[in-house]
Antibody, heavy 118, light 109 residues
C-alpha cells in the first residue's frame, strides 16, 4: 500500500525557518518525481515545488522561489521541503504528492499544518 | 503563465442529478489536464488524468472530456459521497510547472 506521511509542521514566527519531511513507503520511491502542494485555510490548492526522481530537475512556484528548497533522499525514501524567510501567507497545510508524470498526482499524504504568526 | 478558471464556483444539486463542471485555460494547454476531488479535512484524490482517463478505482459515473482550452468533468448521477470540491490542474510544457484551478464546490440542494 502506498503511503506518504508528512511531518515537521508547526508554529513559526515570520522570518523563521521550518523543514518539512515526507516519508514514503509501499512503492519504489526512487522511480518517481515528487511534489509539495499547499492549501491555505479555506482556500484552494497551490503547487509549491517538484523534484525529479534523481533530483536532476527541480522547479518552484514563483511565490516560494528563493525561499524554499526541495530535496530528497532516495536511500531513506524521504522528501523534504526547507522553508526559510517564512511569511504569514505561507500559512497552509502542506501536502506531499507522488507524481505519476502525465497521469497526475496519484497519491497524497494527509498533510502537515504550517502556521506563520508572531 | 496559464491561468485556469473553473465554473461555476458552486453547484447546488440533488443526489441522482447530473453535474457538469467546467475548467477553462487562458491559453491552449497540453493534454495534461487532471481533476481532483477534495472533501473537508481530507487530502485531494485524483479522479481524471490526461483530460479523459479515469484514475484507478474511480467509478464510471465520473468522466472527463475536452481539449485545447475547454475541459469538462461530468458526474452522471450524483451519489451522496460526491458532494465535495473539485479542482482541475494543468502542467505547462516547459518548464513543467503546475497550476490548479480555484475549484468548484458541489453541494446538496
Amino acid at each position: 500500500e502506498v503511503q506518504l506521511v508528512e511531518s515537521g509542521g508547526g508554529l513559526v514566527k515570520p522570518g523563521g525557518s521550518l523543514r518539512l519531511s515526507c516519508a514514503a513507503s509501499g512503492f519504489t520511491f526512487s522511480s518517481y518525481s515528487m511534489n509539495w502542494v499547499r492549501q491555505a485555510p479555506g482556500k484552494g490548492l497551490e503547487w509549491v515545488s517538484s523534484i525529479s526522481s534523481s533530483s536532476s530537475y527541480i522547479y518552484y512556484a514563483d511565490s516560494v522561489k528563493g525561499r524554499f528548497t526541495i530535496s530528497r533522499d532516495n536511500a531513506k525514501n524521504s522528501l523534504y521541503l526547507q522553508m526559510n524567510s517564512l511569511r504569514a501567507e505561507d500559512t497552509a497545510v502542506y501536502y506531499c504528492a507522488r507524481d505519476a508524470d502525465t497521469a497526475g498526482f496519484d497519491y497524497w499524504g494527509q498533510g502537515t499544518l504550517v502556521t506563520v504568526s508572531s | 503563465e496559464i491561468v485556469l478558471t473553473q465554473s461555476p464556483a458552486t453547484l447546488s444539486l440533488s443526489p441522482g442529478e447530473r453535474a457538469t463542471l467546467s475548467c477553462r485555460a487562458s491559453q491552449s494547454v497540453s493534454s495534461y489536464l487532471a481533476w481532483y476531488q477534495q472533501k473537508p479535512g481530507q487530502a485531494p484524490r485524483l479522479l481524471i488524468y490526461d483530460a479523459s482517463n479515469r484514475a484507478t478505482g474511480i467509478p464510471a459515473r465520473f468522466s472527463g472530456s475536452g481539449s485545447g482550452t475547454d475541459f469538462t468533468l461530468t458526474i452522471s448521477s450524483l451519489e451522496p459521497e460526491d458532494f465535495a470540491v473539485y479542482y482541475c490542474q494543468q502542467r505547462s510544457n516547459w518548464p513543467p510547472l503546475y497550476t490548479f484551478g480555484p475549484g468548484t464546490k458541489v453541494d446538496i440542494k
